[in-house]
Each structure stands twice: as structure tokens, then as C-alpha cells.
């Protein structure tokens, strides 16, 4: 299937989880011919429908939801002590004598995969995981359209054989979660134009290249090396419409050469992100923190703390390798110069 009968232009805006994409940021993006993406994964049930709906109101355009695939943990308590323990230089570091327990370590997947079915957006793409064969012919069924997050060649001939209809080819460049599931996710190493190229090759269904590409001129390349659209996270994040903390933003807009890096610390899950104190805080333990999203959830009051101070060294700073390039306009002004981009390129 040609991608461009869903939409117009071949760009789509990256799903980020935790309030960067609000619906006004998906449906501006849907509305100006691209492809707008909710994260729907740290969302429940009915503030999917809430959100939709919301985004339903300002759009008739197709959109994406996007969803961690997980089965809900159930750790011993002798690892969350553990955990809590490793966690404590930060947590006692803002002045607090213990660490909250959170109400829960997840959001019920198959609770939200029914919500999607019910909800029946043009398009769904996961990560973390692959769904079954039945998964996707239930949403298949919905008349929804199926999009995996792959990190190497194996994981998009997987997708393929349970009958995805297209795959984001993942570079190492990409901020925020990797999306490996296949073998050791410190195996997972490949550039975008490393990555791209082989798995244009080696499937039939469209591929979607994600991993530092910020202007017109990353997405022509794309192209020509056999994508059928890109997909665009840390570009959209210094939107007008991005839900970011604001001094989050401000610290994208001033990372200039400010390195980004993959760590385990903050989730669990390798994650790209400008480096800050936590992760350096961090950094002798990031190999023994429990996985996502058992460390993902023991952190988040962590991070809900520092948005309240407006501390950006105990915040997670998703981003990618392209970071620099960011260009902080409206949503339909960065479309119209991302094509205006790729015709002079």
C-alpha cells in the first residue's frame, strides 16, 4: 500500500509518552497533510477516548495512536527494595525521606488494545514488543492500518510475517525509547542510513525511516534510500504545540554540541535523552535497575517532582541525535518548510 493514500506528505510526527503530544499537536499535524501520532501508552482507557475525542473535534484527517506493547509485571518485593535503594542518591538529593510507591507499574495493554479496536483511528503503531497474527487481523477487521517500530533487519521480516502493513526503521539516533525486541537492545546499533537501506531490501511492505532527520534535506535522503516517509520526533517536540515543560524546551532550543545519550536509568529501557545529573547520578548502577516499566514507574514522582521545581537535571529530556537542528515554529510552519525543504533538496 502506498502510504500516501492515508496521507498527502510523506512525513509523520513521532509519538512521545508523558504529554508532549497533545491533541491539538496531532490534529495540526493532520491537518497540515501529514500523519499526527498520539502516545497512547502511559494513557488509560478513558483518557484514550477522552484525547480522541478531543483530536476528533479539530481534525477529519487520519491520525496514528501509538502503544508500548507489554504484559504487566508482577516484580518481588526484594527487587523494588532493591530498586529503591539504587534510586536513593536522587530521590533523598530532593530533600525526600522516602520514595512514593506507585499506584500501579502500568498501563493494562489489553485493556488499551480493545479501547484502540473501539476507537478505530486510521492508524496504530507499536513498540517494545510485536503483536500476534490475531492481533492484527482483529485490527485489520477495524479497518485499521498496522505499523511496527523495528530496530534491525530480523524485527521487520517479524512484523511482516504477522502481517504488518508497514515498519518504522529505527536509527540509533532517535530520542526516547528504542524499540529492539529481538535480542540484546545493546545490539541494536544501527545508524538510520545503515539501518533504512537494508530493510528496504529485505521486505515488501512500506518503511518508514526515524532517526535524527530534521529538515527537508534528511527526508529527501530518506527517500531516495527507499523510504516511503519519515518519521519526525525531536523536530515536533519544540513545536508551538508541544505539551513539554517549558524549561525542558528551553534547554532543547540551548543543547547547541550538549551531548545526548542512551540510558537505562530513568525507565528501565534503553532511552535516548540529553545527559543530566540524574543519569550521571545514576550511571554505575544503569546495568542493574529493574526493567521497564517497573523502573520507569519507581521514577516517575522522581520526574513529576522535578516538572513542579522546573528542574531540568531530574527530568528525562527525550531527544534525539539531531537536537541542534530543532526549529521552534507552528506545527503547519514546519510542514510547510519540511516540503518546501525537500523540493529544493
Known amino acids: 500500500m502506498d502510504l500516501r493514500t492515508l496521507f498527502p506528505h510523506p512525513i509523520i510526527q513521532g509519538p512521545m ?10 490534529a495540526a499535524v493532520s491537518n497540515a497533510g501529514a500523519l499526527g501520532s498520539l502516545a497512547g501508552s502511559l494513557l488509560s482507557p478513558d483518557s484514550l477516548r477522552a484525547q480522541v475525542a478531543q483530536i476528533r473535534s479539530l481534525t ?4 496514528c495512536l501509538n502503544f508500548f506493547v507489554l504484559q504487566t509485571p508482577s ?64 485490527l485489520h477487521d477495524a479497518g485499521i492500518f498496522v505499523i511496527g517500530t523495528i530496530t534491525t533487519v530480523d524485527e521487520a521480516l ?18 526516547g525509547h528504542r524499540g529492539t525486541f529481538l535480542g540484546p537492545q545493546t545490539e541494536a546499533k544501527l545508524t538510520t542510513f545503515e539501518l533504512l537501506p537494508q530493510v528496504a531490501a529485505s521486505v515488501r511492505i512500506p518503511v518508514i525511516a526515524a532517526g535524527g532527520i530534521m529538515d527537508g534535506a ?19 517536540l519544540v513545536t508551538d504545540e ?24 530513568f525507565s528501565g529501557r534503553y532511552a535516548r535523552g540529553l545527559d543530566n545529573r540524574f543519569m550521571q547520578m545514576m550511571a554505575s548502577v ?33 531527544c534525539g541525535m539531531g537536537v541542534a537542528r530543532a526549529r521552534p515554529m507552528a506545527v503547519a510552519q514546519l510542514v510547510q518548510t519540511l516540503l518546501a525543504e525537500i523540493a529544493a533538496a
Open 75 to 138: 516484580p518481588d518485593a526484594a527487587e523494588v527494595a532493591a530498586a529503591v535503594t539504587m534510586l536513593e542518591p536522587v530521590w533523598s538529593a530532593l530533600g525526600w525521606s522516602e520514595l512514593p510507591k506507585p499506584a500501579k507499574w502500568c498501563e493494562d495493554f489489553a485493556a488499551q488494545f480493545e479501547t484502540l479496536i473501539e476507537l478505530k483511528p486510521a492508524v496504530a503503531s507499536f513498540t517494545f514488543g510485536i503483536l500476534s497474527a490475531q492481533q492484527v487481523a482483529r
Open 218 to 236: 534528511d527526508i529527501k535522503r530518506a527517500l531516495n534510500a527507499g523510504a516511503q516517509a519519515v518519521q519526525m520526533g525531536t523536530a515536533f
Open 60 to 63: 477529519d484527517r487520519p491520525f
Open 17 to 26: 509518552a508523558g504529554g508532549p503530544n497533545t491533541p491539538a499537536q496531532v
Open 158 to 175: 517479524a512484523w511482516q510475517e504477522c502481517g504488518a502493513d508497514a515498519v518504522i526503521a529505527s536509527g540509533v539516533e532517535a530520542g
Open 242 to 265: 508541544s505539551g513539554i515543560h517549558p524549561a525542558y524546551k528551553q534547554r532543547l532550543l540551548m543543547a547547541g554540541d550538549h551531548p545526548t545519550r542512551l540510558t537505562r536509568s
Open 286 to 318: 544503569e546495568q542493574k535497575v529493574p526493567p521497564y516499566p517497573v523502573q520507569n514507574a519507581l521514577t516517575g514522582s522522581i520526574r513529576a517532582e522535578a516538572a513542579k521545581r522546573g528542574d531540568t537535571e531530574f527530568m528525562s529530556l527525550w
